[in-house]
């Protein structure tokens, strides 16, 4: 008999219930909860059935265990993708408020322009009416 695993639900000792002969299977069981395997064949009386049901079982366990967490991190990953979506969206908008400021400067920068020269024919207008001022009180003397 090869050394039982212990119960995989609750963790007790396993121990052989009733052991297989020509007419009655073999049971193997938990001492405290229960569960148990039953060969049919009697000569699988080694305690393999049980142990490799107790691997088994565990695995089943692990899985169910890890299930929710699968979904927490699925929700998770979910969750980023919102975010990294919401962040581009963000840096495109960025972007079009950045390529505007540069479009205002440039018009400041031009309109800033015009109204200098404005001002400097204004100036020389002054100037050359000024000076017909003079030259007309000149012929009037
Ligand atoms: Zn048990």
Known sequence: MSKLKPCPFCGSEAEVIRMGTGRVSMQIGCTDCGAFVESG???????SRWNARAFQDSLIIDINR???LVNIVSNQKQRIQQLEEQLAAAKAEIAELESGIEYAIDNFAYYTQKTGKLLSYKQQELEVKHLMDVLAKHKAD
């Open 41 to 47: 064949e009697m000569f699988i009386s080694d305690g």
């Open 66 to 68: 890890l299930s929710p």
